[in-house]
């Protein structure tokens, strides 16, 4: 039988805007070791803007650059398409675009007036075999543009972090939890610039999403028997990972439908500082009910 005070606990709980969807989940946020986080749309916003768009050579300008990623990223739902969508801001012709296929973590591939055109990361350029024979040093996540294979240009796109993560991390850490893992699909420069000004000493980048179950497993058998391990997300890749952790934690406003169904637990204001908040409730319920 549950002990009547995690009733009161997940009461208060979801006065605050967390809803947690068992009693035994108060219990392992009362006993974590480790709280395991996703960047995008958990530590920052997931809001990407467009920053500077670079094109290789006069062939193609930056508008043609622009027009291309935002043709295939139109059959996209990720929020660096949704940046490159309100970039571009003008009509997008469907018809021109044939045989889409989004690969997870990586991008897009699709036929644009018959020709091949590739979207998407350094991971989807080395797959197809595209030479990226241009220097670009600035920090950010990039989107390459390919066209028949060979690279027409870069988009760059920022996150920013939301306003309080770096609070949170801190009240995690004062409630005791002794590890806290960044995990990311981004490339390693934007990963070690978020985990710095977060306060993250832990951070693993470049994860395809089983990776980040790989890793994730790797930290839940590095723990001791009575101590858990949460992981915080809210994408629809993120599910898997949600799913295998002591407490999966989803953002319920940006959260994706399959990220809030794996959660064990749903933030309804996207707030971190609710991560604290819950762990505070968990204790406070232990000490009514023993
Ligand atoms: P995160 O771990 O940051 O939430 P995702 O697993 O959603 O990241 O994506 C990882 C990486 O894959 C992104 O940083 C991006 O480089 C690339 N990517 C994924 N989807 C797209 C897309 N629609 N367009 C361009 N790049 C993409
Ligand atoms: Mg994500």
Do not use: C
């Amino acid at each position: 039988s549950i002990p009547l005070g995690y009733f009161g606990g997940i009461g208060a709980a979801s006065s605050k805007g967390i809803l947690v969807k068992g009693g035994n989940y108060l219990e392992e946020l009362r006993n974590l070791r480790s709280v395991v986080l996703d960047k995008t749309g958990t530590l920052t916003k997931g809001v990407f803007k467009v920053t500077q768009i670079i094109n290789v050579d006069e062939a193609n300008s930056t508008e043609k650059v622009l027009e291309t990623a935002a043709y295939i990223e139109n059959f996209s739902n990720h929020p660096i398409a949704i940046s490159i969508i309100n970039e571009y801001g003008k009509e997008i012709d469907e018809n021109r675009v044939k045989d889409i296929t989004e690969i997870a973590g990586k991008g897009l591939k699709a036929k644009l007036d018959g020709n091949e055109v590739s979207v998407g990361n350094a991971k989807l350029m080395k797959q197809e075999n595209i030479p990226i024979a241009i220097q670009d040093n600035s920090i950010g996540t990039k989107v390459y543009v390919a066209v028949n294979n060979e690279l027409i240009g870069i988009i760059n796109i920022a996150d920013e972090l939301k306003k309080d993560t770096i609070d949170a991390i801190e009240n995690i850490k004062k409630y005791g939890v002794k590890d806290i893992v960044m995990l990311t699909g981004d490339h390693k420069d934007v990963a070690e610039d978020i985990a710095k000004k977060v306060g993250i000493t832990k951070y693993y980048s470049d994860l395809l999403p089983h990776e980040k179950v790989n890793k994730l497993e790797e930290i839940m058998n590095n723990v001791d028997k009575n101590e858990k391990v949460a992981f915080v997300g809210d994408g629809i890749n993120d599910a898997p990972v949600l799913a295998r952790a002591n407490v999966g934690i989803a953002m319920g406003g940006v959260g994706s439908d399959a990220a809030i169904e794996a959660a064990d637990v749903v933030l309804m204001s996207d707030e971190l500082s609710s991560i604290p908040t819950a762990i505070k409730i968990s204790k406070h319920t232990n000490k009514i009910v023993w």
